[in-house]
């Protein structure tokens, strides 16, 4: 009798629930997705910006490979040209300042052979006054940073023992209510990012579920899911948990 | 999670073309859900809520179409996104939606009693719906969503269950009390038929 009942209901119901948006919400809501899609940029890769930076990533590292010959003309020595661009003076207080930063003692002894030798065959490529300013001495048996000035020789060994590892994630919501938590999770994996709920208790009564989206190995993946979930509406702030 | 195999057309097809660029698959997408999302809001609020909490919803699909992985049916995404944006629009505004409804001009007389009103004298068919939908809004707000998701978005106890964030036994339970609280409620005219 009750299920003939709810079918009865149902049924009224579906009589009753006929409104629909008024045209002008129709027109706003579809604006709205015809401007998003006309907003594309043109681009060489198409929608596919990650293979575009990739690529440029790959092309700067192999001209600096190709720069970065042992046997290159020695920059290092006196400049003998009669003409020596304006930027010398700047590149030499950075040459004297990465010299500085690295251990006396740590010096590579190719490095420091370099400076000693007699001057080379005058370079005969503008791009080897540059070189200097994108090279960095660094301690034999240290990887060789050749993207950015890191000072690698600059943080001690025993340092990195010391400072305990962190973890990065994105928080996107605290809640008291797990259910929210959860929907928020939800919707988050529904948009593509790995996230995790985490329980966080002061005592056993007081107890608060933080969403968070994550694990980030380096800031810059961390800051494109950020700038992607500030896009989706979607608030974050940076937590780091100990591992 | 396993991504779902996607058939031509569905939802999940449509919302996936639309990421790629494909204005009409948005628009048929929007077609299919339209109606429901609208009234999902209006039995919950007033009108000008229902209005911007639907654009808003909509705004929030249009914003992650790039992103969007189809690893759950759209409906019960796009459906979590209307809930929680509903439960962060009662939050903010610190109201409960039947006592915001019932001070509504556009809603009146939304709470129902807890008992049966008794026997109503209910001329037509119009009476039976009008006073259906006063009865649906005043349902206690799981339960009404329960409900709404039910009758509006056409949706499985299990999608309710995720949309909802809660389990597949709770939101039986609640469509239940929902259905015992409208049959109570309801002129007894309206039942027959």
Redesign the interface.
């Known amino acids: 009798m ?1 299920e003939d ?2 079918s ?10 006929q ?4 045209a002008q ?2 027109r ?3 604006e ?3 401007k ?2 006309r907003r ?1 940029v043109y681009s060489p890769f198409g ?1 596919n910006w990650l293979a575009g930076g990739a690529m440029v990533v790959v092309i700067m590292l192999s001209v600096l490979l190709l720069l970065d010959v042992p046997q290159q003309p020695d920059f290092h020595a006196p400049a003998q040209d009669a003409v020596a661009p304006p930027s010398e003076a700047l590149s030499e207080t950075r040459r004297e300042a990465a010299r500085s930063r690295a251990l006396p003692s740590a010096l590579p002894a190719a490095a420091e052979k370099k400076r000693a030798a007699p001057a080379a065959p005058k370079a005969r490529f503008d791009f080897y006054k540059l070189l200097p300013e994108m090279e960095m001495v660094v301690p034999e048996g240290e990887p060789r940073a050749v993207m950015k000035q890191a000072p690698v020789a600059e943080t001690p060994a025993g340092l990195a023992a010391t400072v305990p590892s962190v973890t990065l994630y994105l928080q996107a919501g605290v809640f008291r209510d797990k ?2 938590a ?3 999770q ?2 988050l ?5 790995k996230c995790k709920i985490r329980e966080v208790s002061s005592d056993d009564t007081d107890v608060v579920y933080h969403v968070r989206v994550g694990p980030f190995a380096d800031l810059e993946t961390l800051d494109q899911s950020r700038q ?1 979930l500030d ?3 979607v608030e974050t702030q940076t937590v780091k948990e100990r591992k | 999670m396993v991504d779902k195999v996607i058939k031509p057309g569905s939802d999940e097809d449509l919302m996936l073309r639309y990421a790629g660029g494909d204005l009409k698959a948005f628009q048929r997408l929007y077609e299919h859900h339209r109606g429901g999302l609208y009234r999902y809001f209006l039995r919950q609020s007033n009108r000008s809520v229902a209005e911007e909490l639907f654009q808003d919803v909509w705004a929030r699909v249009i914003q992650s179409r790039k992103r969007y992985r189809p690893k759950a049916a759209f409906k019960t995404w796009l459906y979590t996104l209307a809930h929680n944006r509903l439960v962060d629009h009662w939050r903010r505004e610190g109201a409960r939606p039947v006592e915001q409804s019932a001070a509504d001009g556009d809603c009146s007389e939304t709470v129902i009693p807890d008992t049966n009103p008794g026997p109503q004298r209910l001329v037509d068919l119009r009476d039976c719906l009008e006073q259906l939908l006063q009865l649906v809004s005043g349902l206690p707000d799981v339960q009404r969503q329960t409900f709404l998701l039910r009758h509006e978005a056409g949706m499985s106890l299990a999608e309710i269950a995720e949309a909802m964030s809660t389990r597949a036994e709770t939101a039986k339970s609640r469509l239940r009390y929902a259905m015992q609280r409208l049959r109570a409620a309801i002129a007894k005219e309206c039942l027959e038929g």
Do not use: C, W
């Open positions: 009750s009942h709810d009865r209901i149902s049924e009224l119901y579906r009589q009753s629930s409104e629909t948006p008024p919400l129709d706003a809501v579809m709205r997705a015809r998003s899609v594309r929608n259910a929210r959860d929907a928020l939800m919707e994996t529904g948009l593509g990012f992607k896009e989706s509406g």
